[in-house]
T-cell receptor
Framework: GQNIDQPTEMTATEGAIVQINCTYQ??????LFWYQQHAGEAPTFLSY????GLEEKGRFSSFLSRSKGYSYLLLKELQMKDSASYLC?????????????FGGGTRVLVKP | DVKVTQSSRYLVKRTGEKVFLECVQD?????MFWYRQDPGLGLRLIYF???????EKGDIPEGYSVSREKKERFSLILESASTNQTSMYLC?????????????FGPGTRLLVL
């Protein structure tokens, strides 16, 4: 089976940095995705990591350590519009149909 | 731009009713998925399909069935709706192959079963 853990909620101030951690236990790991989901809307793709290291994309970066079963999503220069839930999802090798398993999501609240 | 549409944004049904949720994607994707999303539980996979007429159970298939007669359309069926099926239902699609192909989500259907 798989176990994916991330904090339920985080609060940060506009302009600050927030780091959302995701730990996972799975056999046959084959990639980790981060999605952003605003309230009442569909999740949208943010990042994908399959090798160890940091992937940077503008204000957002995602890090992966396969040996530790650990990833984080880093949001820099926070803006009010970044208030959303952030979902961590893991894919396994030979998962038919590109099947993902999701964590419970982390709700981030950005305050002025 | 990939577009995934769902037939309804909000739906209210009574216990015991048969419910159909429709999902259509316009990008010729092989894979399609149905999830439900509940507070504190995240997205849980109900069923998925990797080809026309092909389906596989996800993590919580009980009480649900699916149909994929055409590549672009994936239907979720609640044969006899129950109150514990009140939830947000999200459809997604993705291209075939592996690597970094992500899933694209529809806007969701919020179902209330009374």
């Amino acid at each position: 089976g798989q176990n994916i853990d991330q904090p339920t909620e985080m609060t940060a101030t506009e302009g600050a940095i927030v780091q959302i951690n995701c730990t996972y236990q799975t056999s046959g790991f084959n990639g980790l995705f981060w999605y952003q989901q605003h309230a009442g809307e569909a999740p949208t793709f943010l990042s994908y990591n399959v090798l160890d290291g940091l992937e940077e994309k503008g204000r957002f970066s995602s890090f992966l350590s396969r040996s530790k079963g650990y990833s984080y999503l880093l949001l820099k220069e926070l803006q009010m519009k970044d208030s959303a839930s952030y979902l961590c999802a893991v894919r396994r090798i030979k998962a038919a149909g590109n099947k993902l398993t999701f964590g419970g999501g982390t709700r981030v609240l950005v305050k002025p | 731009d990939v577009k995934v549409t769902q037939s309804s944004r909000y739906l209210v049904k009574r216990t015991g009713e048969k419910v159909f949720l429709e999902c259509v994607q316009d990008m010729d994707h092989e894979n399609m998925f149905w999830y439900r999303q509940d507070p504190g539980l995240g997205l849980r996979l109900i069923y998925f399909s990797y080809d026309v007429k092909m389906k596989e159970k996800g993590d919580i298939p009980e009480g649900y069935s699916v149909s994929r007669e055409k590549k672009e359309r994936f239907s979720l069926i609640l044969e006899s709706a129950s109150t514990n099926q009140t939830s947000m239902y999200l459809c997604a699609s993705s291209p075939g192959g592996v690597d970094k192909e992500t899933q694209y989500f529809g806007p969701g259907t919020r179902l209330l079963v009374l």
